[in-house]
């Protein structure tokens, strides 16, 4: 055998050891994690998952399976079009959405063909899969840069730091089954907002059945209209870091028996700094939200109805609260908690209605922070303002 030859034969059976041992996921339809194009072999209907590193559609004709993290880097942009469902597989903590600072995710569905993003599970359940992350430039308290709470990325930007920031569109968008378990101290949330600036459009959302909140907002200046927030194991309504946005029409309940709560169920938790640990730094928290009901017509016991603490202030305008014959909650509204009480301008003008309901029963907190008792409505016509979704349990 003449050497060229012999070298020849030698490079084929290395090539085929090679080949095989090789594993399925190393050579199926070379993927390599990165979706860079509409027509990139990793763009799979039946196996969504990784980066995307530019402008990709999820169109509606298909239902897509998610099946890892889904990833929209700064600068790509990930469109989600109207009636488009998107089915997570129950994963846990590695199944989640996040878009990243300097991305844009634009998820605009409409009343009558909305997004959702929900669980694949046979029997579906709260905590079947993450949720989804936006991470944003917008100010946080003290500054800075911060690392999200799960998983880890990157949000607010220091000195750079830019409120209008836009990270995107959302928009009758449904999201289910969210709020994997972590550890102990940390889950995933509904829709969780990092940082997010006021140049995001957030509203039409509704988050149905979620293993920790619903909504939280770190720091930021985005504002959300119109939220249905149906069964969240722990708050409704979160905010911490400097929240500086606006809400309008939020409605939460917690529907008879749903009783798979936390420890300290909220319908809201308002937080001025992370935790307590920066009473002195800027900004705090300081929301507006217009029209908000929080109905309980569950057993569960509430630790408390409204929840704002920590140098938090706030301003919470024609809120009710429906009781039913719930237990009583620990307060009604509590303005206090062992590191800070909300702001002595933080003001709730709120009424309420319940067999075990007393609307007297409010801690003012350190700084005496104010509660206005008067005739209230809430969020007028919820099922109108909600039909999109479906629900009917108003």
């Not at 929900?118 to 991470?135: F, Y």
């Not at 009710?320 to 003008?349: F, H, K, R």
Request: charged fraction near 20%; proline fraction near 3%.
């Amino acid at each position: 055998m003449n050497m060229l030859r012999k070298y020849a034969l030698l490079l084929l059976a290395a090539a085929a050891v090679t080949f095989i041992g090789c594993s399925d996921d190393e050579v199926k339809e070379g993927k390599d994690g990165d979706i860079g194009s509409q027509t990139d072999v990793d763009l799979d209907v039946n196996d969504l998952q990784g980066t995307i590193s530019g402008d990709i559609i999820l169109s509606a004709d298909k239902d897509w399976m998610l099946t890892g993290p889904l990833v929209v880097k700064g600068g790509a942009k990930l469109t989600i079009e109207a009636g488009t469902t998107i089915l997570a597989k129950a994963g846990g903590t590695g199944v989640y959405i996040a878009v990243e600072r300097n991305a844009k995710i634009q998820a605009v569905g409409t009343a009558a063909a909305p997004i959702e993003i929900k669980s694949a599970a046979a029997e579906p359940a709260a905590g079947d899969w993450g949720g989804v992350l936006i991470m944003g430039n917008a100010t946080i308290t003290g500054g800075g840069l911060a690392v999200t709470e799960v998983v880890d990325f990157i949000y607010g930007n220091g000195v750079d730091s830019d409120d209008a920031d836009n990270s995107g569109h959302l928009e009758y968008v449904i999201i289910r089954h969210t709020g994997a378990i972590i550890n102990s101290e940390k889950e995933f949330n509904g829709l969780t907002l990092y940082g997010v600036g006021s140049g995001t459009i957030i509203r039409n959302i509704a988050i149905f059945d979620g293993n920790d909140d619903a909504i939280e907002w770190f720091g930021g200046s985005v504002n959300v209209e119109n939220l249905l927030v149906v069964n969240a194991r722990d708050d409704m309504f979160d905010w911490t870091q400097g929240w500086s946005g606006s809400g309008t029409n939020f409605y939460g309940v917690r529907e008879a028996g749903f009783t798979a709560v936390s420890s300290d169920p909220r319908g809201i938790e308002g937080d001025g700094n992370l935790d307590g640990l920066t009473p002195n730094a800027t900004p705090q928290s300081n929301p507006k939200i217009t029209n908000l009901t929080i109905v309980n017509k569950s057993t569960a016991v509430y630790n408390d109805v409204i929840k704002i603490r920590r140098n938090s202030n706030a301003t919470v305008l024609n809120a009710l609260i429906i009781w039913g014959d719930s237990p009583a909650p620990g307060d009604v509204v509590d303005y206090s908690d062992t590191n800070g009480s909300a702001e002595a301008t933080t003001s709730i003008t709120l009424s309420g209605t319940g067999t075990n309901l007393d609307m007297e029963d409010n801690n003012l907190g350190a700084n005496n922070a104010i509660v206005n008792l008067q005739a209230t409505t809430g969020v007028e016509n919820p099922a109108t303002l909600f039909a999109w979704t479906g629900y009917t349990g108003f």
